[in-house]
């Protein structure tokens, strides 16, 4: 992994372990990897107006996860604020847009481009949405694999019927959407590959 900040020793070990408790299917560190691939991609086209802080937010945004509760995003935004104090004391660091990028994640398919403010700092916060939602329009099997790691994360969670009820209700309102990503750079590039996927899985013909 590039680090884009310098981590203190320990830092890295500590959010590792973190993304390990409780074993998780999806949302592990492999995750936050695929994401920041799709970060350096942001960074070398439109770029990034806070880098280091979206970078951060990266890597935290999914530390603390536990399929079914409704707190992980402000569970994991408290612990980015927290290690950010702890460890990264003096770098200079906007802290507070950190966290308020990983909170936004708890709002995923009900936002529009326009709620998240012009300017740099919301195109910041529209691509490091679209990053983690960018595996809507990954290739069939990256897709495939995805779908059934969310399920096996709800396996025991919830009730099967109600998973699978709730799957379709957010899968079948993002197909419904007029735009499923919110910066034009994703739009452009996955819209098309994220509708085919989600027809595919809900059986809707295109």
Excluded: Q
Excluded at 68 to 87: C, K, V
Aim: net charge neutral.
């Amino acid at each position: 992994m590039r680090e884009l900040i310098p981590l203190p020793p320990g830092m890295l070990d500590a959010l590792r372990a973190a993304y390990s408790r409780p074993p998780r299917a999806y949302h592990h560190f492999g995750h936050v990897e695929s994401v920041l691939a799709h970060f350096d991609a942001v960074a070398a086209g439109p770029g990034w107006s806070r880098p280091r802080e979206a970078w951060l937010a990266v890597l935290y945004h999914d530390a603390v996860y536990e399929a079914g509760r409704r707190d992980n995003e402000a569970r994991s935004a408290a612990l980015a604020a927290a290690d950010i104090a702890r460890w990264l004391p003096d770098a200079g660091l906007d802290v507070t847009h950190t966290v308020k990028l990983i909170e936004l994640t708890a709002r995923h398919g009900t936002l529009l481009p326009g709620d998240l403010g012009d300017g740099p700092d919301g195109d910041d916060r529209r691509h490091f949405l679209d990053c983690d939602m960018a595996i809507l329009g990954a290739d069939v099997a990256t897709f495939d694999a995805y779908d059934r790691a969310i399920a096996d994360e709800y396996r025991g969670a919830v009730p099967g019927w109600l998973y699978r009820l709730n799957r379709r209700r957010f899968l079948r309102g993002l197909l419904r959407r007029e735009r499923i990503y919110l910066s034009a750079f994703f739009h452009e590039r996955l819209d098309g590959a994220a509708r085919a996927n989600l027809r595919r899985v809900l059986g809707v013909e295109g």
